[in-house]
T-cell receptor
C-alpha cells in the first residue's frame, strides 16, 4: 500500500537553529515529490517539486533533497516567519497526489 | 484577480440543508481538484476534473456532488451532510495533472 510519512509531527526551533524535516514514502511508480507550506487559515502554498533521486531545490532558507525512499526539507537559520505546517506529497502513476500529515514548525524569536 | 478563489470562506449548515461551494481559478489551468482536510489527518483527494471531464471520484459519498461547467469554475454541491463532514474543503488547480497544484484558502464547513 502506498504510504507517505512525515516526521517529526511537530518541531520547535529557536531563531537561527537549523534543522531538517523528513518525508519518507513507500510507493510504486513515483512521478514526483512536492513540498508545500500551509499557514493557519490558508491553503497550502507550493514550494518545490523534485522528480529524481539526487535532485535538490533551494528557496531562501529552504532546501529540499530527494533520495529513492525519502525527501528532506532543510531549514537553515530559520526566522519566526518560517513558522508553518510543511506538507509533503507524492505523485503516483495515475498522477494522484498522496499527502503526508505534515510537520508543524514553530520558530521562536 | 489572480490565483484560486474559494467562496464562501466559512459555512455553517444543518444536516438537512443544501448548499454549494464555489471555486474559481484565474491561472489558465486545465485540471481542478477538490480535497477534504480534517484536523491531524492528511489531505484527502475527493474529485479530479481534467479539461472539464471528471477523471477521478475517490469513493466519495453521493451527498457530495461536483460540477465543472468550464475550465475556470468548479462547484461542490452538498446535501444531507453528516457531522463527520465538518472540515476544511480545499480547491486546487494545475496546468496538467502531473504539474504542481495551486490551492485556494478553502471553505471551513461546520455541520450542526
Amino acid at each position: 500500500e502506498d504510504q507517505v510519512t512525515q516526521s517529526p509531527e511537530a518541531l520547535r526551533l529557536q531563531e537561527g537553529e537549523s534543522s531538517s524535516l523528513n518525508c519518507s514514502y513507500t510507493v510504486s511508480g513515483l512521478r514526483g515529490l512536492f513540498w508545500y507550506r500551509q499557514d493557519p487559515g490558508k491553503g497550502p502554498e507550493f514550494l518545490f517539486t523534485l522528480y529524481s533521486a539526487g535532485e535538490e531545490k533551494e528557496k531562501e532558507r529552504l532546501k529540499a533533497t530527494l533520495t529513492k525512499k525519502e525527501s528532506f526539507l532543510h531549514i537553515t537559520a530559520p526566522k519566526p516567519e518560517d513558522s508553518a505546517t510543511y506538507l509533503c506529497a507524492v505523485s503516483l502513476e495515475d498522477y494522484k497526489l498522496s499527502f503526508g500529515a505534515g510537520t508543524t514548525v514553530t520558530v521562536r524569536a | 484577480e489572480t490565483g484560486v478563489t474559494q467562496t464562501p470562506r466559512h459555512l455553517v449548515m444543518g444536516m438537512t440543508n443544501k448548499k454549494s461551494l464555489k471555486c474559481e481559478q484565474h491561472l489558465g489551468h486545465n485540471a481542478m481538484y477538490w480535497y477534504k482536510q480534517s484536523a491531524k489527518k492528511p489531505l484527502e483527494l475527493m474529485f479530479v476534473y481534467s479539461l472539464e471531464e471528471r477523471v477521478e471520484n475517490n469513493s466519495v459519498p453521493s451527498r457530495f456532488s461536483p460540477e465543472c461547467p468550464n475550465s475556470s469554475h468548479l462547484f461542490l454541491h452538498l446535501h444531507t451532510l453528516q457531522p463527520e463532514d465538518s472540515a476544511l474543503y480545499l480547491c486546487a488547480s494545475s496546468q496538467q495533472r502531473n504539474q504542481p497544484q495551486h490551492f485556494g484558502d478553502g471553505t471551513r464547513l461546520s455541520i450542526l
